[in-house]
């Protein structure tokens, strides 16, 4: 099986109160399969945006930063923040809220663009510029080292860091061996941790 940030999530992820971060991206495509697999789930969207600007209607979505969590301590069992911690200049502060709204044994997972990819090197070398962050959006990629300082200054401990399977050049996914050194070049870095 292709080892993607959706795969990820699916083989990590567990029933109870899952929130799912940053949820509206790409129409909600993933927190709509999350309400098909997850059934007898309770699960919850976090978002910047309005649901109804595109049209959806999910149960539990609430408007508002990651940044600012606005949960009661230990209340969900599982978070999900796909592709959302590059867009914060506080990701210190979001992971100590993530830890702070996760019950005792909840797990995060994660995903975020892998500074180290082979498709960021590649085009670092053969261009000569530095286009690391790439949308103007992101503040800040993170390395494998950087997850796990950020992750352990919150508390908690990280049971998978690894990356995507495969890197990205011209639109085309390459599909990258599971040896060193490519082991770790991926496009995102996937981490599940627990609290």
Known sequence: MKKSRLNFLLEHVRPGKILDVGNLDKNGQIHSLLLKKMTGSEIYGLDILDQREFGLNFPNQKIG???????????????????????????KQTMDGFYRVLKQGGILILDTPNVYSLSRILRYLCKGEDVVLGNPEH???????????????????IETLTTERFTTMKGKSIPLPGISPFGFMGECLLVSAEK
């Open 139 to 157: 503040t800040m990629f993170f390395s494998r080292a950087m997850i796990e300082n950020l992750l352990g200054s919150a508390g908690f401990k």
């Open 65 to 91: 930063s990651f940044e600012d969590l606005g949960y009661p301590d230990n209340f969900f069992d599982v978070i999900y923040a796909g592709e959302i911690i590059e867009h914060t200049w506080k990701p």
